[in-house]
């Protein structure tokens, strides 16, 4: 890759990647076996979707089995249709062709990134090395499940974002991505507002307030995507009491903070391996770290963050670290130390970009995901795994690469996490 351009070394080193991984850990969901989340949810919820639009076509007033906007089942069907089927069946290849498609063009799209910021296909394969490890982007890859779409699409959008600039076409083509991310799942929906905040927060309407207008105008898209379901259902879900049980609790769920946040910290710490600290960073560091203490504690005095499954506080290491923690200490130590963390990477990277003159996008992004997750009933980890990632990755590719021995560790401490995660079905 040249100038920031596919070469064939990107594809070939992709690849190796993708049939390395995929080789490892479909032979451990076999040791795992066939209980998983993506599984059942292909089951339950997405092929009878798949198969009612490939029966009967689609229509606003289509019966729901699925919570979600119906972007990714109708990609699903169309390929379907095209290859001459009626019907879409579990065991068809053509589920696990369309569904590694979806993922490989994610990987694809950030290793190009990584590599066009650092220059380093080396980086861009190393820094994304998580993403393909992880076991919620595997079974993705695998299975007939939104997730992939709306990896796919959020990682468009980020890109587009990060890399295209406003006076040309950044901002439509953000707000495209983002009708997609909408259509794929309604729950992003709050999202479409980060390129306009990243634009007015940066401080960059002041040079271009045309371009503001354009950007606040394109930021209507997403809205315009889902304004027809909404109107349709009468909500943000589909009609049914499963649904508005299972994704929406009682009030908000602020717990969403403390997990979020403690799972990015998880995250944080082989990226924090990977990348050189520099000291001119240390005054910064520790007014950040300060701010992340206090908040921190806050959080901690208002929010329950022991392990509750009946309360929705369950299906994440971050839970599952905690009923350990539980056990021997008599204070949540641990939740409290993987917050602080989190919170500390993340206003550090934040703030770095803002000084240095960057986009926020990537936190602005995972922000207001995070606020739109507050109507979810369930505080899982794979509602936010990969954004975590996928905003570690952001921060780090403005960073100075350690040295090989500390890439080679961060790439096992990852594939470890991958290997263990699959097998325990966290």
Known sequence: MRNGRFDFRVILAFGALFLLFMTLFLGLGQ????????????????????????????????????????????????????????????????????????????I??????????????????????PVATSSYFILSSIYAVTEGASYLFWTLALVIGLLVPARHWGGLGFSLAMGGLVAARQIFL????????????????????????????????????FLPFYLEWQGLVPPGGHFASFH???????????????????????YLLVVRQQKADLPLAVRVAAISLVITLISMAMLDVTYAREEGRWGSAVWQISRIGDRFLPW???????????????????????????SMLASIMFATYTVALFAQSLSWQRYVEFFALVTLISFAVHEPVAARWRQVLFCLAFLAYGAVSVIAKV
């Open 31 to 106: 040791v795992a076996g066939q209980d998983n989340w993506a599984l059942k949810d292909q089951t339950v919820f997405h092929l009878p979707q798949i198969n009612d639009f490939l029966a009967n076509g689609f229509r606003l007033d289509y019966p729901s089995t699925s919570a979600t906007t119906p972007g990714s089942h109708l990609i699903y069907a169309a390929v379907t249709g095209v290859a001459g089927l009626e019907v879409l069946e579990a065991d068809n290849p053509l589920i696990n062709l369309v569904s590694a498609a979806i993922c490989t063009a994610t």
């Open 108 to 129: 694809l799209i950030l290793v190009w990134y990584v590599r066009r910021v650092t220059g380093s296909l080396g980086r861009a394969v190393i820094l994304s090395f």
């Open 190 to 225: 709050p999202v479409a507002v980060s390129y306009a905040a990243s634009f007015i927060l940066g401080g960059f309407w002041r040079r271009r307030f045309g371009s503001t207008a354009l950007i606040l105008l394109y930021g209507l898209i997403p809205g315009l995507v």
């Open 248 to 270: 929406r609790s009682s009030g908000l769920n602020f717990d969403l903070v403390h997990h979020n946040f403690a799972l990015f910290g998880i995250f944080a710490v082989p």
């Open 332 to 358: 949540p130590v641990l939740n409290a130390g993987m917050m602080f963390l989190g919170l500390s990477v993340f206003l550090m990277g934040t703030w770095k970009n803002f000084a240095a003159g960057r």
